[in-house]
């Protein structure tokens, strides 16, 4: 694939909310062949929590992984992550709404401890 297509890398992410959308056992089959046939960097994204990023990366299914809607939760997500707490869960309902609720009223875990 990466061949035949001069691409610095391939980025799968699963639709949501299309009637196109594949069930979650077809994506888990079709990965590993987009896997073998993809010589590039190949980067995973969607619904992703950090077992599975760690098992995909690990595996080599995946060179990377992307996070979107933790992030935008979670604005310490790196540091989150590396130090083993919680993942805040982002409110839906503010996305792709006026202002900053939802996008930047989201504590960071040490200001929660503190």
């Given at each position: 694939m990466s061949?035949?297509?001069?691409?610095?890398?391939?980025?799968?992410?699963?639709?949501r909310g299309s009637e196109?959308?594949?069930?979650?056992?077809?994506?888990?089959?079709?990965?590993p062949q987009v896997r073998q046939?993809?010589?590039?960097t190949?980067?995973?994204n969607g619904g992703y929590d950090v077992a599975r990023?760690?098992?995909?990366?690990?595996?080599?299914?995946a060179d990377l992984v992307a996070?979107?809607?933790?992030?935008?939760?979670?604005?310490?997500l790196v540091e989150r992550v590396r130090e083993g707490r919680p993942l805040a869960e982002a409110d839906g309902s503010t996305f792709f709404t006026p202002g900053a609720k939802g996008y930047?009223?989201?504590p960071a875990a040490r200001a929660q401890a503190a």
């Open positions: 061949d035949l297509i001069p691409l610095a890398q391939a980025h799968c992410v699963p639709l196109h959308r594949l069930p979650p056992a077809r994506i888990a089959e079709l990965l046939r993809w010589r590039g190949l980067i995973l990023a760690e098992a995909d990366l690990a595996s080599g299914l996070f979107g809607r933790p992030f935008i939760a979670n604005p310490d930047t009223d989201y």
